[in-house]
Structures are given as structure tokens and as C-alpha cells.
């Protein structure tokens, strides 16, 4: 799941999207029904650690590689 979420995420930064596109996207939907009943802690919370953890907004422009994920 984790890695999926991540995966989109890293594609759309790749596409130059900001992070409120990202979450239009909704890269967490297949997984929503089953992990949002922690309230404090849905999609919006978790989009926008993994976005900013992998370089979304500039921060980290240069990872260009699927390598850069650890």
C-alpha cells in the first residue's frame, strides 16, 4: 500500500504537479474505505509527508530515479 501511494506520488511530482493537484488526484483511493477511520490521520494528513519526503515543491528537484526511494 505504502509503496504504491508513493509510487503515484513520485510520478505526478515528476509531472510538475503541486501538492494540491497531488491530492486531487487522490493516489490513496483504493486504499481510503480501509485505513481513513483514524481520525487526524486520512489522505490529507499522509499525502502531504510522503510529497514533501520525496522532494514534491522543489525541494528535492533533482531526484529523477525510482532509485532515490530507500
Known amino acids: 500500500m505504502i509503496l504504491d ?3 503515484q506520488i513520485l ?3 515528476r509531472e510538475g504537479k503541486k ?4 491530492i486531487a ?3 490513496t ?3 481510503d474505505a480501509k485505513w481513513t477511520d483514524d481520525p487526524g490521520w486520512g489522505p490529507a494528513d499522509f499525502i502531504p509527508v ?3 519526503w520525496l ?5 528535492l528537484a533533482d531526484r529523477k530515479t525510482d532509485s532515490a526511494i530507500h
Open 5 to 7: 501511494i508513493q509510487g
Open 11 to 13: 510520478q505526478l511530482i
Open 19 to 22: 501538492l494540491y493537484e497531488v
Open 25 to 27: 488526484e487522490r493516489p
Open 29 to 31: 483511493a483504493a486504499y
Open 50 to 52: 510522503v510529497y514533501y
Open 55 to 59: 522532494g514534491g515543491g522543489g525541494r
